[in-house]
């Protein structure tokens, strides 16, 4: 399949999540190293590798620089806490951070923030990472945020805040990709509350240019109870510059006792080395609704490197018909978003 180039066209709208994560390669074991190998290095004069040296008259470069260094030393004092017989390995840090704005007819004007950043922790475990980030708290625990993601642009938003999220994962998969990882956090905000979750991921090569992808997901979140997520995903490359894509995914959890649904086929085009453009239909809706039919529509998105190859522009209109409650009229909503994303360290969600 053409990976390289899916992963381009849209890293940040239309992750496997990611998501997340996210979230999809083993973390090797290491070898033991000299002791306090952070403080001997600041001592000698070598370089931290935490900080970078942006140009003084460039923007974005004094950003990204700001937000990796911070995101740095942090991960690095807490796997301090742990002990120094393994040095923190800084090139292992990686995230990704964006800023959106979208109207639309129905719901007028919002604006979103996204952070999210990943890194090994040597000290605490060879096969454990740590993960930080302001995301979608529902979305995150119950691996849909490729919905969250898309839905952030169209009409009906799920109308739930930001939350910072602070977890452990670990890893056993193959290769391939195929195989368990499991997860633990908390939200960062009174009162904190814990979450678990357990993925298993299986992929097919079903032909030279078509795949399939399996993902079941089960969650446990402390105030809304289990749940669990299934995902199919099949993509298929059409010629150098087209791939197909086709998701279908379902989340039944305790909180609401109802199945929530989600289908979508997008078509990928690379226009270049740098920019591409994805043409989204969808259809989701809620099977113990009193509207069972919550939305469906179309979505364009024009995505582009902007002068650095970690810097990203999404924008493009929307053409949507939502309806959420049964007095509603179900009518055209036309819509717009712009979201602005950069990427630092080792981005790998």
């Known amino acids: 399949m053409k990976a390289n180039a899916l992963k381009f066209l849209f890293t940040g709208i239309c992750l496997l999540p990611g998501a997340v994560l996210a979230e ?58 742990f002990g120094d017989s393994h040095d923190f390995v800084e ?112 992929h097919f ?8 992808t399996f993902r079941q997901t089960v969650f446990w979140r402390d105030g809304t109870g289990y749940g669990t997520t299934s995902y199919v995903d099949s993509s298929q490359e059409l010629g150098r510059a087209d791939i197909f894509r086709y998701e279908l995914i379902g989340t039944l959890s305790e909180a609401t006792e109802e199945l929530s649904w989600y289908g979508g086929h997008t078509w990928y085009h690379q226009l270049g080395h740098r920019k591409g453009l994805a043409l989204r239909t969808f259809l989701r809706g809620d099977t113990g609704s009193a509207v069972t039919l919550h939305e469906y529509g ?20 929307t053409l949507t018909w939502p309806r959420e409650l049964p007095e509603q009229v179900r009518e055209a909503s036309l819509g717009f978003s712009a979201q602005i994303e950069f990427e630092f360290g080792n981005q790998r969600d």
């Open 24 to 81: 999809a390669e083993a973390v090797p074991a290491r070898e033991a190293s000299a002791p306090a190998v952070q403080d001997s290095t600041a001592a000698e004069g070598g370089i931290d590798k935490c900080e970078q040296e942006p140009n003084p008259d460039r923007f974005p470069e004094r950003v990204q620089s700001g937000v990796h260094e911070l995101s740095c030393r942090a991960f690095r004092w807490f796997d301090g806490l």
């Open 91 to 202: 090139e292992d840090l990686g995230g990704k951070m964006s800023l959106g704005l979208s109207w639309n007819e129905f719901e007028g004007t919002g604006g979103r923030i996204r952070y999210r950043v990943r890194t090994d922790l040597p000290n605490f475990s060879s096969r454990w990472d740590a993960f930080f980030g302001r995301v979608d708290e529902d979305a995150y625990v119950s691996d849909t945020e490729t919905i969250e993601e898309s839905r952030f642009r169209r009409g009906i938003s799920d109308n739930n805040e930001s939350e910072w999220l602070l977890g452990l994962g670990y890893r056993n998969r193959s290769a391939s990709g195929d195989g368990w990882d499991y997860s633990v956090g908390i939200r960062l905000r009174t009162p904190p509350r814990p979450y678990v979750k357990a993925r298993y991921q299986k």
């Open 205 to 212: 090569q079903l032909q030279p240019r078509l795949d399939l």
């Open 298 to 317: 179309f979505e364009l998105i024009y995505r582009r490197q902007v002068a650095r190859d970690w810097l990203f522009l999404n924008i493009g209109p």
